[in-house]
């Protein structure tokens, strides 16, 4: 879980220095695959009883606000 997480800023970081829009993009689309991984691993840690679903909740909630985020990024460049 901690890789997919650190995994999100670090492939868009290394999106925005690249020389084109479109690398940007496509990194910024493997940094959203990694938050869905985390988010993901979530549910199942949930499921498998290794955490429970109130110490949860505001990790999903930084990850939602997180994926909106991303989302409107991408929705900008594609622009």
Excluded at 52 to 72: E, F, H
Aim: net charge positive; hydrophobic share 40%; proline share 3%.
């Amino acid at each position: 879980m901690l890789r997919a997480a650190i995994s999100v800023p670090a492939n868009i970081a290394e999106g925005s220095g690249r020389r084109h829009k479109t690398e940007f993009l496509q990194h910024s689309s493997i940094g959203r695959g990694s938050l869905l991984e985390m988010e993901t691993c979530l549910l199942i840690a949930q499921r498998l009883g290794y955490a429970k679903r109130s110490d949860l909740v505001p990790i999903w909630q930084q990850a939602q606000t997180v994926g909106r985020l991303l989302n409107g990024l991408m929705r900008s460049l594609e622009k």
